[in-house]
């Protein structure tokens, strides 16, 4: 069986705080994947990244950033300075290889970003 | 257009009711998802179609009723649903190929209150 816990329900940050959202996995699997969504107020899932289990190297795309840890089953995500835009709910899902396309998501992390 | 769209954004119907969701793609996927979306519940898989095929019913009531004419559409089927219902119905689709998952790109979701 699959899990994926988000164990930050709620984060609220001042504008241009820096903020990392936590997400730790279990799976049987040896070849999987791990995505992280945001859902804006508008209610769409929008992709940020797929990283393959073998990949371990970490991330950066402009003020994001992701830590990929096998030894300790996470793959967290962190905003550098954030902005209101920023605020949304933010889901890590998982996909193992026997499980195809199908996606066990996390329960999600609500950050808002205060002015 | 282009992404995935869904039609109605927002949809207000009686249990007596029928009435269906409609989903395009427009990204030359080839698998094709309903998802539920109820407030503090983490999304649930409800359908998964690959090359218009059913490939997963995740313990769905009958009262849900999904179909795929074509790798474009995906239709819901609703009647006789319980206020229990009332949620986030998301769409998403992605590219299907043995030995690897790839990201799936939503919808913005309808917004279904049953009374």
């Known amino acids: 069986a699959q899990k994926v816990t988000q164990a930050q329900t709620e984060i609220s940050v001042v504008e241009k705080e820096d903020v990392t959202l936590d997400c730790v996995y279990e799976?049987?699997?040896?070849?999987?994947?791990l995505f992280w969504y945001k859902q804006p107020p508008s209610g769409e899932l929008v992709f940020l990244i797929r990283?393959?289990?073998?990949?371990?190297q970490n991330e950066i795309s402009g003020r994001y950033s992701w830590n990929f840890q096998k030894s300790t089953s996470s793959f967290n995500f962190t905003i550098t300075a954030s902005q209101v835009v920023d605020s949304a709910v933010y889901f890590c899902?998982?996909?193992?290889?026997?499980?195809?396309?199908?996606?066990?998501f996390g329960g999600g992390t609500r950050l808002m970003v205060k002015p | 257009e282009t992404g995935v769209t869904q039609t109605p954004r927002h949809l207000v119907m009686g249990m007596t009711n029928k009435k269906s969701l409609k989903c395009e793609q427009h990204?030359?996927?080839?698998?094709m998802y309903w998802y539920k979306q109820s407030a503090k519940k983490p999304l649930e898989l409800m359908f998964v179609?690959?090359?218009?095929?059913?490939?997963e019913n995740n313990s769905v009531p009958s009262r849900f009723s999904p179909e795929c004419p074509n790798s474009s559409h995906l239709f819901l089927h609703l009647h006789t649903l319980q206020p229990e219902d009332s949620a986030l119905y998301l769409c998403?689709?992605?590219?299907?190929?043995?030995?690897?998952?790839?990201?799936?790109?939503f919808g913005p979701g309808t917004r279904l209150t049953v009374t």
């Open positions: 179609y690959s090359l218009e095929e059913r490939v």
């Open positions: 990204l030359g996927h080839n698998a």
């Open positions: 998403a689709s992605s590219q299907d190929s043995p030995g690897a998952s790839y990201e799936q790109y």
């Open positions: 799976t049987r699997d040896t070849t999987y994947y």
């Open positions: 899902a998982l996909s193992g290889d026997n499980a195809g396309n199908m996606l066990t």
């Open positions: 990283r393959n289990s073998f990949d371990e």
